[in-house]
């Protein structure tokens, strides 16, 4: 089992470009989440999905789309990147909501 | 907005010594979890307590839930330089989400 990977590990944005960051798992997990990590702080939840082909808003969804076509699969795109977007970016997949989250490597994305 | 903190942000203490984390949180919770993150890596969940369970063991890792003080612990006891991280607690409610704070880092020295 892979576990929950993460492509690209790490991109170079300029303002204004777009970006596809993918997510996969092998866990047959329902639920799939969209993190953010800023240096000193926590996780911030931008999008989930609780199935295919269904996604809902997190707490910092603005400047961000998801789709779930596929179960194993949540994409993550930025239409327009801005600078306060570089972070680090985490998906993560569980079987149900509140339980055991398995998170994958991150994406460190910087936007210039 | 995350609902409540780990309480230290930053603990250094000497190999062999103990490390304490508290969590402390404002809603009602399903469950209280605890992630350990290294330095450049994902979050790794270390342990799961219910809201109806008040202590747990794994390994040398206690977590206890006091929840009519909406907090918890972590003890990391005999603590090893690959403790070096930092520790993340969720909490799990009746929203379909964990709601993480901000985490402590801990720092092993050997």
């Known amino acids: 089992n892979a576990g929950v990977t993460q492509t690209p590990k790490f991109r170079v944005l300029k303002t204004g470009q777009s970006m596809t960051l993918l997510c996969a798992q092998d866990?047959?997990?329902?639920?799939m989440y969209w993190y953010r990590q800023d240096p000193g702080m926590g996780l911030r939840l931008i999008h989930y999905?609780?199935?295919?082909?269904?996604?809902a808003k997190g707490e910092v969804p603005d400047g961000y789309n998801v789709s779930r076509l596929k179960k194993q699969n949540f994409l993550l795109g930025l239409e327009s990147a801005a600078p306060s977007q570089t972070s680090v970016y985490f998906c993560?997949?569980?079987?149900?909501?509140?339980?055991?989250?398995?998170f994958g490597p991150g994406t460190r994305l910087l936007v210039l | 907005s995350q609902q409540g903190e780990e309480d230290p942000q930053a603990l250094s203490i000497q190999e062999g010594e103990n490390a304490t984390m508290n969590c402390s949180y404002k809603t009602s919770i399903n469950n209280l979890q605890w992630y350990r993150q290294n330095s450049g890596r994902g979050l790794v969940h270390l342990i799961l307590?219910?809201?109806?369970?008040r202590e747990k063991h794994s390994g040398r890792l206690r977590v206890t839930l006091d929840t009519s003080k909406k907090s918890s612990s972590l003890l990391i006891t005999a603590s090893r330089a690959a403790d070096t991280a930092s520790y993340f607690c969720a909490r799990g409610g009746s929203a379909r989400q964990l709601t993480f704070g901000s985490g402590t880092q801990l720092t092993v020295l050997p």
């Open positions: 307590i219910r809201s109806n369970e």
């Open positions: 866990m047959n997990h329902e639920y």
């Open positions: 993560a997949s569980s079987y149900t909501s509140v339980e055991t989250q398995y």
């Open positions: 999905s609780v199935g295919e082909g269904t996604t």
